[in-house]
């Protein structure tokens, strides 16, 4: 995880977004891209006759507000022992950093960000989310892998391959006894292969799957649980929950990092 990818926006979430990244890439080795977007076409506005246009003043307000933002956390970052580069964009925030995460080993996320779903599906990185008071600080001691077999679990559990690496425990937590595709045997010894000794952690189901999860993350006190994204379709859990979303809302739970 050297290219590593951060949105930043003026808001009291970035804070441990940065400190998340910085900490990631002085463990990595690796370089931090803050992505700060001004989105020119919520600056739209109607005409009498109905037609549109765009609001000039309101647009050269607001970049001239995050080109400062952009002096102030490189200000910052030059004091920091981590190299870094500030990228602007003007599309709205999901596609900007979709398009940025093209050539990034992560994504860096706050729970409170409202686009962490739809940039799991359309984005080509995985996405590290952590709590807005609550900064990742890697190496992570204790990493929990949901585990259901599907393509989405190992998409995630490659991409979280190099934290893995420096854990000091990797649990593979299974609920219920449906394999999947790749049951956790097999990504257990794929692992393995890898230097990344995890146990496996077979679950009673106590309640929904996200609930027995999430009791068994707090138990083992990981402090980052790696899952798949919205394995079923995504209408589906957008309209339903499902595990994604339930883990995306808790609150004061662990560090996500997910795929789809």
Same mark, same amino acid.
């Given at each position: 995880?050297?290219?590593?990818?951060?949105?930043?926006?003026?808001?009291?979430?970035?804070?441990?977004?940065? +400190?998340?990244?910085?900490?990631?890439?002085?463990?990595?080795?690796?370089?931090?891209?803050?992505?700060?977007?001004?989105?020119?076409?919520?600056? &739209?506005? &109607?005409?009498?006759?109905?037609?549109?246009?765009?609001?000039?003043?309101?647009? /050269?307000?607001?970049?001239?507000?995050?080109? +400062?933002?952009?002096? +102030?956390?490189?200000?910052?970052?030059?004091?920091?022992?981590?190299?870094?580069?500030?990228?602007?964009?003007?599309?709205?925030?999901?596609?900007?950093?979709?398009?940025?995460?093209?050539?990034?080993? $992560?994504?860096?996320?706050?729970?409170? #960000?409202?686009?962490?779903?739809?940039?799991?599906?359309?984005?080509?990185?995985?996405? %590290?989310?952590?709590?807005?008071?609550?900064?990742?600080?890697?190496?992570?001691? #204790? $990493? =929990? $892998? =949901?585990?259901?077999?599907?393509?989405?679990?190992?998409?995630?559990?490659?991409?979280?391959?190099?934290?893995? /690496?420096?854990?000091?425990?990797?649990?593979?937590?299974?609920?219920?006894?449906?394999?999947?595709?790749?049951?956790?045997?097999?990504?257990?010894?794929?692992?393995?292969?890898?230097?990344?000794?995890?146990?496996?952690?077979?679950?009673? /189901?106590?309640?929904?799957?996200?609930?027995?999860?999430? =009791?068994?993350?707090? /138990? %083992?006190?990981?402090?980052?649980?790696?899952?798949?994204?919205?394995?079923?379709?995504?209408?589906?859990?957008?309209?339903?929950?499902? $595990?994604?979303?339930?883990?995306?809302?808790?609150?004061?739970?662990?560090?996500?990092?997910?795929?789809?």
């Amino acid at each position: 995880m050297r290219s590593i990818l951060v949105y930043a926006d003026q808001t009291e979430e970035t804070p441990a977004r940065l +400190e998340t990244a910085l900490s990631l890439a002085r463990t990595t080795g690796g370089h931090v891209s803050v992505l700060i977007d001004t989105p020119v076409a919520r600056f &739209m506005a &109607m005409d009498a006759l109905g037609g549109g246009y765009l609001a000039a003043d309101a647009v /050269r307000e607001a970049v001239k507000r995050d080109d +400062e933002f952009a002096e +102030e956390l490189a200000q910052r970052l030059r004091g920091e022992d981590v190299p870094f580069d500030i990228l602007r964009g003007e599309e709205e925030p999901v596609d900007a950093m979709t398009e940025a995460s093209l050539l990034s080993d $992560v994504i860096v996320l706050s729970r409170g #960000c409202e686009f962490a779903g739809q940039l799991a599906v359309d984005g080509k990185a995985p996405i %590290l989310v952590v709590d807005q008071d609550r900064p990742l600080t890697t190496p992570v001691n #204790c $990493v =929990a $892998v =949901a585990w259901d077999g599907s393509h989405e679990a190992a998409v995630a559990l490659r991409g979280a391959l190099p934290l893995l /690496r420096l854990a000091e425990s990797v649990h593979v937590l299974t609920v219920g006894d449906k394999a999947g595709v790749f049951p956790p045997l097999d990504a257990v010894q794929y692992l393995s292969r890898h230097g990344v000794k995890a146990e496996i952690d077979s679950l009673v /189901r106590v309640g929904s799957i996200e609930e027995t999860l999430a =009791a068994a993350v707090a /138990r %083992l006190q990981a402090e980052l649980l790696v899952m798949g994204a919205f394995g079923h379709s995504r209408l589906r859990e957008f309209l339903l929950g499902g $595990v994604t979303r339930y883990f995306l809302d808790l609150k004061e739970g662990p560090s996500l990092l997910f795929a789809h």
